[in-house]
């Protein structure tokens, strides 16, 4: 007769191989949520892809269709690109407003391009008052993060602040930088 437990295979495991089969089963569960998000990440860079040759051939309207569901889960190419739709009104009506919004929530996924943009219209006061802190602030981070622009940037806006503006904005520029790092972004 069975005593009650022993149908579950980890009692007939003797006791020091039970973490090693834990440890096994944990590597299993991650390598099946790896391959999971590879074939979501996959999907997304098709899906974006289509949306930018929508773009590129002007058909706006599917762009949205494929864009805006991909920028909602946080996509942040997709975001970008849907800032730079409304930025100046391809497909979509101009709208400041909302190009800052795409550019904000590209920007803190950390896409170059969005930081330089959002420090551009931050400096233009485009969808926001203008502020030449915020501006130079995302230029610096736009700049470590690899862009040309946001380095160009830097050398025009910083003519037009004070040395205190300066401090200021950089101080800004690296409590986002150490913000995103701690937080793996």
Do not use: C
Not at 17 to 26: A, E, F, G, P, R
Not at 84 to 102: I, L, S
Not at 134 to 155: H, P, T
């Amino acid at each position: 007769m069975e005593e009650k437990g022993d149908e579950n295979p980890m009692n007939q495991i003797l006791p020091h191989q039970k973490n090693s089969v834990k440890k096994i089963l944990k590597v299993i569960n991650f390598s099946a949520l790896f391959v999971i998000f590879s074939f979501s990440s996959a999907s997304f860079a098709n899906d974006f892809d289509e949306g930018l040759e929508a773009i590129h051939g002007t058909d706006y309207e599917k762009a949205l269709k494929i864009l805006v569901p991909l920028a909602s889960k946080g996509h942040a190419p997709s975001q970008y690109n849907l800032g730079v739709m409304y930025e100046w009104g391809n497909g979509v009506p101009k709208d400041y407003f909302k190009a800052m919004k795409w550019y904000r929530l590209s920007a803190e996924g950390s896409h170059k391009d969005a930081q330089n943009n959002l420090g551009a219209m931050y400096s233009k006061g485009e969808g926001a008052e203008q502020s030449f802190i915020d501006a130079l602030k995302w230029f610096l981070i736009s700049a470590e993060n690899g862009s040309e622009a946001g380095r160009k940037n830097i050398d025009i806006v910083e003519k037009r602040m004070s040395q205190e503006q300066i401090t200021q904005a950089r101080k800004l520029a690296r409590e986002w930088a150490k913000k995103h790092r701690e937080n793996g972004l």
